[in-house]
DNA sequence: GGAACTCGCCAC
DNA sequence: AAACGTGGCGAGTTCC
């Protein structure tokens, strides 16, 4: 067979590197303008609303409790102790094990207690946590009013990079409050306005790139496919969903983030049936009854619907996602399966992975490492080559604008609002034409969402 | 008193 | 048969 010589060799990886390495090395030259005085002003408000809820605990019997098995050494912020007490001395049975086997304190096992103290302790390490680990380290790193993080190429496994001193890629997002605090720290420079471009689902068009499934590849490029809205009819039995209605588009989102994000990443029926059981409210365990569950599009609570379709029991339901998983693999992304399974039978023949990016992956793997390294590593080296000529031409023709970030799929500019619109566009246009032109693997359009922030305003989504 | 580990939790 | 990929970091704990 002869070889079709659309994959980069270990010396473009290299050359990609070393690019890289310097254009981000400028942009954490340029770094984030933070609001110095916000920063302490907020962490003494925290600081305040912690004592606050630490008092409170005090008050309580429960800490007493602590109080009496620990004596002086009682911490309401050692897990360890939490543990002890919880599964020790009030006898709770663990509803999971951390990997050392001791009863799990995380915030899904402390949920499912009925101690209303465990819900101060959660909101003690929320607020906690957005203190020390973000404003302090903010206050801590800055120089002049400006973090600097570094982003490092060379210590990922997947070559994918990181980000430390401050790490700009965990920023609170998704809980809004915290996401609040944390980003209105972060500022553009005086009469700039911060903008981020992401790559639209990076990593599965990547995917689809590899194995060249065609069922994936058409619900990539087909505007009117949609493969989460497809699996949740399939997970929930609904011949029709419309995913502009909300009640479907919930359903929708819970076969995205509990089903197939996780199969494409290794997992299985059984995890899924746990996360969507909890999802829908339904219980884990005994025969479902009726009126059981969150209410559905057609009116019927979760379980009632469950049921009229045969299903009465979380078992019943796991059973049900196992055929769901089967049809996935085997029907829906056989091709994709298919790749999958070459792909490990690839590594344990040559005891290596090869990357369409020209990188090598060696030592031992396991099999979803396997599945996952080329994917994730290739995802990000399109981010780095788009970073890489944006600094370019940045550069060439003298932006004012500067590039401050990067987040895996996802680029952050503090731009000059007069050139916001020349950066988006000199983005889509690498993204659409520079970087197919380079990398012949990339068979599926990349496309790109773009945020931009007000004027003088911090990194605050609305 | 510091290194290494554990646990929890933030991001993609 | 087993079963979720990649990181960084802070606080508590344990080890030397």
Same mark, same amino acid.
């Given at each position: 067979?002869?070889?079709?010589?659309?994959?980069?060799?270990?010396?473009?990886?290299?050359?990609?590197?070393?690019?890289?390495?310097?254009?981000?090395?400028?942009?954490?030259?340029?770094?984030?303008?933070?609001?110095?005085?916000?920063?302490?002003?907020?962490?003494?408000?925290?600081?305040?609303?912690?004592?606050?809820?630490?008092?409170?605990?005090?008050?309580?019997?429960?800490?007493?409790?602590?109080?009496?098995?620990?004596?002086?050494?009682?911490?309401?912020?050692?897990?360890?102790?939490?543990?002890?007490?919880?599964?020790?001395?009030?006898?709770?049975?663990?509803?999971?094990?951390?990997?050392?086997?001791?009863?799990?304190?995380?915030?899904?096992?402390?949920?499912?207690?009925?101690?209303?103290?465990?819900?101060?302790?959660?909101?003690?390490?929320?607020?906690?946590?957005?203190?020390?680990?973000?404003?302090?380290?903010?206050?801590?790193?800055?120089?002049?009013?400006?973090?600097?993080?570094?982003?490092?190429?060379?210590?990922?496994?997947?070559?994918?990079?990181?980000?430390?001193?401050?790490?700009?890629?965990?920023?609170?997002?998704?809980?809004?409050?915290?996401?609040?605090?944390?980003?209105?720290?972060?500022?553009?420079?005086?009469?700039?306005?911060?903008?981020?471009?992401?790559?639209?689902?990076?990593?599965?068009?990547?995917?689809?790139?590899?194995?060249?499934?065609?069922?994936?590849?058409?619900?990539?490029?087909?505007?009117?496919?949609?493969?989460?809205?497809?699996?949740?009819?399939?997970?929930?039995?609904?011949?029709?969903?419309?995913?502009?209605?909300?009640?479907?588009?919930?359903?929708?989102?819970?076969?995205?983030?509990?089903?197939?994000?996780?199969?494409?990443?290794?997992?299985?029926?059984?995890?899924?049936?746990?996360?969507?059981?909890?999802?829908?409210?339904?219980?884990?365990?005994?025969?479902?009854?009726?009126?059981?569950?969150?209410?559905?599009?057609?009116?019927?609570?979760?379980?009632?619907?469950?049921?009229?379709?045969?299903?009465?029991?979380?078992?019943?339901?796991?059973?049900?996602?196992?055929?769901?998983?089967?049809?996935?693999?085997?029907?829906?992304?056989?091709?994709?399966?298919?790749?999958?399974?070459?792909?490990?039978?690839?590594?344990?023949?040559?005891?290596?992975?090869?990357?369409?990016?020209?990188?090598?992956?060696?030592?031992?793997?396991?099999?979803?490492?396997?599945?996952?390294?080329?994917?994730?590593?290739?995802?990000? !080296?399109?981010?780095?080559?788009?970073?890489?000529?944006? $600094? &370019? @031409?940045?550069?060439? /023709?003298?932006?004012?604008? =500067?590039? %401050?970030?990067?987040? !895996?799929?996802?680029?952050?500019?503090?731009?000059?609002? $007069? &050139? @916001?619109?020349?950066? /988006?566009?000199?983005?889509? =246009?690498? %993204?659409?034409?520079?970087?197919?032109?380079?990398?012949?693997?990339?068979?599926?359009?990349?496309?790109?969402?773009?945020?931009?922030?007000?004027?003088?305003?911090?990194?605050?989504?609305?």
């Amino acid at each position: 067979m002869t070889m079709n010589k659309i994959e980069a060799t270990t010396a473009d990886a290299y050359k990609l590197i070393h690019d890289g390495v310097l254009a981000l090395a400028r942009a954490e030259r340029q770094g984030i303008r933070i609001d110095l005085e916000y920063c302490e002003k907020k962490k003494h408000h925290l600081t305040r609303q912690i004592n606050r809820l630490q008092k409170k605990i005090q008050d309580t019997k429960f800490y007493r409790r602590w109080e009496h098995i620990y004596g002086a050494k009682t911490n309401v912020y050692s897990n360890h102790q939490l543990s002890n007490l919880l599964y020790r001395h009030m006898k709770i049975e663990p509803m999971k094990t951390t990997v050392t086997g001791r009863g799990s304190t995380d915030e899904e096992a402390l949920n499912r207690i009925d101690v209303p103290e465990l819900k101060l302790i959660l909101q003690m390490r929320k607020l906690s946590k957005v203190r020390d680990t973000y404003l302090d380290a903010f206050t801590r790193e800055q120089h002049d009013g400006y973090i600097h993080p570094s982003f490092n190429l060379h210590t990922v496994r997947t070559f994918r990079s990181s980000s430390d001193r401050p790490n700009f890629q965990n920023i609170p997002i998704r809980d809004k409050e915290s996401m609040r605090i944390c980003r209105r720290a972060l500022l553009p420079r005086p009469g700039h306005q911060l903008m981020e471009m992401d790559f639209s689902a990076l990593e599965v068009h990547i995917a689809a790139c590899y194995c060249k499934d065609p069922v994936l590849i058409h619900y990539l490029k087909d505007k009117n496919s949609d493969m989460h809205l497809d699996m949740a009819k399939q997970i929930f039995m609904f011949d029709e969903l419309d995913r502009k209605i909300p009640i479907h588009a919930v359903l929708r989102q819970a076969a995205k983030n509990g089903f197939v994000f996780p199969q494409f990443y290794g997992d299985y029926y059984g995890n899924n049936s746990l996360y969507l059981s909890d999802w829908v409210k339904l219980p884990q365990e005994g025969r479902w009854k009726k009126g059981m569950g969150l209410l559905l599009p057609d009116g019927d609570y979760t379980s009632d619907h469950f049921i009229n379709h045969g299903i009465k029991s979380f078992d019943d339901f796991t059973e049900h996602l196992k055929q769901v998983e089967d049809d996935f693999w085997n029907r829906r992304f056989k091709a994709y399966h298919k790749w999958r399974l070459n792909q490990v039978n690839q590594y344990r023949k040559k005891g290596y992975l090869k990357m369409f990016t020209g990188f090598t992956c060696s030592g031992t793997m396991r099999r979803n490492e396997i599945m996952n390294y080329p994917i994730q590593g290739s995802a990000f !080296h399109c981010l780095l080559f788009t970073f890489i000529r944006l $600094d &370019e @031409i940045m550069r060439e /023709e003298k932006w004012d604008s =500067k590039l %401050i970030g990067q987040i !895996h799929d996802c680029i952050v500019v503090d731009a000059h609002p $007069d &050139e @916001i619109d020349h950066v /988006e566009e000199t983005a889509r =246009k690498i %993204i659409k034409e520079e970087l197919p032109a380079k990398w012949k693997w990339i068979i599926i359009p990349l496309d790109i969402s773009v945020d931009r922030y007000e004027v003088d305003s911090p990194w605050v989504i609305k």
